[in-house]
């Protein structure tokens, strides 16, 4: 086996693992904890408590599924990402993209299947610095998500490749 067909293996293994973790961790807020209705909520730390939300929406709670046929078009498009992150990730050579997408696509499938479910997604992590919110109110498929997407950003932004006419090194005349 190839290092690359190893770390694409490896980078499913990292999203199977983002997926059990999520919903694990939902299943023990609401189960274990009970924070079962939205607006529950549980004090832990003076900037991070617990507070159960349904969120109906996409990032940042855009598109809003406020019927049937919402939720499923939800689904459907979701998993179609997913599906795009899935073969992304088989054709990515970079290791830390190979991991970034894997980040991604856990956390996608995490959030589809609250979605599939329960008709939204499970949020409870509720950052703050007194009324100061930088982030609504998310779980661990989110976080991983955006982590995912910002070491992308971050690689495509910070490790350009330079064309090869630029790389070769020039004769000095």
């Known amino acids: 086996m190839t290092f690359t067909a190893r770390v694409r293996l490896i980078g499913i293994g990292i999203a199977l693992s983002i997926f059990a973790v999520d919903q694990k961790v939902k299943s023990y807020v609401v189960e274990t904890l009970g924070l079962k209705n939205r607006g529950d909520h549980l004090d832990l730390l003076p900037f991070f408590d617990l507070t159960r939300e349904n969120n109906y ?17 939800l689904v459907a498009l979701t ?6 992150v899935f ?10 993209d190979i991991a970034a997408l894997s980040l991604i696509l856990g956390g996608a499938l995490g959030n589809i299947r609250d979605r599939y479910t329960f008709g939204y997604v499970i949020d409870y992590a509720d950052l703050h ?15 991983a998500i955006t982590i995912g997407v910002l070491i992308i950003l971050a690689r495509s932004l910070l490790s350009r490749e330079k064309p090869e ?7 000095e005349s």
């Open 79 to 84: 998993g179609a990402i997913a599906l795009f």
């Open 165 to 171: 006419a630029e790389a070769e090194v020039r004769p």
């Open 57 to 73: 929406g996409i990032s940042l709670g855009m598109l809003e599924a406020n019927s049937a046929e919402m939720r499923w078009l």
């Open 87 to 96: 073969i992304w990730m088989l054709r990515e050579k970079a290791a830390a």
């Open 129 to 143: 610095f007194g009324d100061f919110r930088p982030f609504l109110i998310f779980n661990v498929a989110d976080a």
